[in-house]
């Protein structure tokens, strides 16, 4: 048996295997951890008071699983703050998190902000526009951790189908992984083609792991995770969760080629500083696309930076709060 399937086997698991959520607590407790989750935002006021009500009556009054739902946002200008206020989360401004280090927008930016804000040995970080929240979406992901102690990271995976006008489409979605990252992983880090679905949004990850490395405040903050947390670890490191299914709004071809330019730009880097590639090559910036408009094709030109946050450990400020 190689070591890829020995780790399809001992490292990939079902939601259901955590579903005693009692249990999950009575062993969190004896081990005196705490659980925070996360749900980063961008103008999610449609689902995001949903997901709150979900996760905190089953898994804050019911079972004390989680100790914390927050909120960190990018500056909608919707009503997502104030719903989720209303339904009883923390809520906080990205810009308003380490505001002296100045404001980047990006998912990325916000992940990297709820290692400072929030207080668990374990952050959960659960994307904001899931139609069938269901709890198993932390206690699947947690559970790993909570009764693995050699495992650091656990990445969700599930039957992504399409929404298409209200109808739902049984398979589809993941286009990004299987067209991109995929084909990348294989060419340079197979071992990392064991991981179903390694751009997914929902994760769980100890804190001690999170502050470590650096994030990308934008497209390619989860390649980069994967990435640098199986050089510093290696494979055994990770586990994943079989959630069954997600329905979430999907993305459009050109957002997600906006998307795959930035996770490649961040796979770039990653080659450079292994040491797999030459420092000598030099990327655009510059992302070039086209639209049909009036019958006519119109060339569209977008810049893509991936800047970086460093790892939340080097930060004095961060030191500081840690210590008190």
Same mark, same amino acid.
């Given at each position: ?55 905190? +009556? ?15 946002? +990018? ?250």
């Amino acid at each position: 048996m190689s070591k890829v399937e020995r780790w399809l086997k001992h490292n990939t698991f079902h939601h259901s295997l955590f579903a005693d959520i009692n249990s999950l607590v009575k062993e969190k407790k004896r081990q005196e951890k705490t659980i925070s989750l996360c749900i980063p935002t961008l103008n999610e006021e449609k689902t995001i008071g949903k997901e709150i009500v979900v996760f905190r +009556s089953a898994l804050i009054e019911r079972y004390p699983l989680i100790d914390e739902i927050a909120i960190i946002d +990018s500056g909608s200008i919707d009503k997502t703050m104030e719903v989720a206020h209303a339904f009883g989360a923390d809520v906080y401004q990205s810009k308003d998190i380490l505001p002296h280090l100045g404001e980047k927008k990006g998912k990325g930016e916000n992940l990297w902000k709820a290692i400072y804000q929030l207080k668990g040995d374990i952050i959960v970080y659960i994307d904001a526009d899931i139609k069938n929240i269901h709890p198993r979406f932390v206690y699947g992901l947690v559970g790993p951790l909570i009764y693995h102690k050699e495992i650091k990271y656990v990445k969700a995976f599930y039957d992504r189908p399409l929404s298409d006008a209200g109808t739902i489409q049984p398979s589809g979605g993941g286009r990004v992984t299987e067209i991109l990252v995929r084909p990348l992983f294989s060419l340079f880090f197979p071992e990392l083609t064991a991981i179903v679905q390694p751009l997914s949004g929902e994760y769980a990850v100890r804190r001690e792991v999170l502050e470590a490395i650096p994030f990308p405040v934008g497209y390619g903050v989860e390649t980069s995770h994967i990435i640098d947390v199986h050089t510093l670890f290696g494979l055994n490191a990770f586990a994943q969760t079989d959630l069954e299914r997600r329905v979430h709004r999907n993305q459009d071809t050109q957002r997600l080629g906006k998307m795959s330019f930035g996770i490649l730009k961040v796979f770039w880097a990653r080659m450079i500083k292994l040491g797999l590639v030459s420092q000598d090559a030099v990327l655009t910036e510059k992302l070039r696309q086209f639209r049909v408009m009036e019958q006519k094709y119109e060339l569209l030109e977008f810049d893509i930076t991936e800047e970086e946050r460093p790892p939340m450990i080097d930060l004095p400020e961060y030191e500081k709060r840690i210590s008190q």
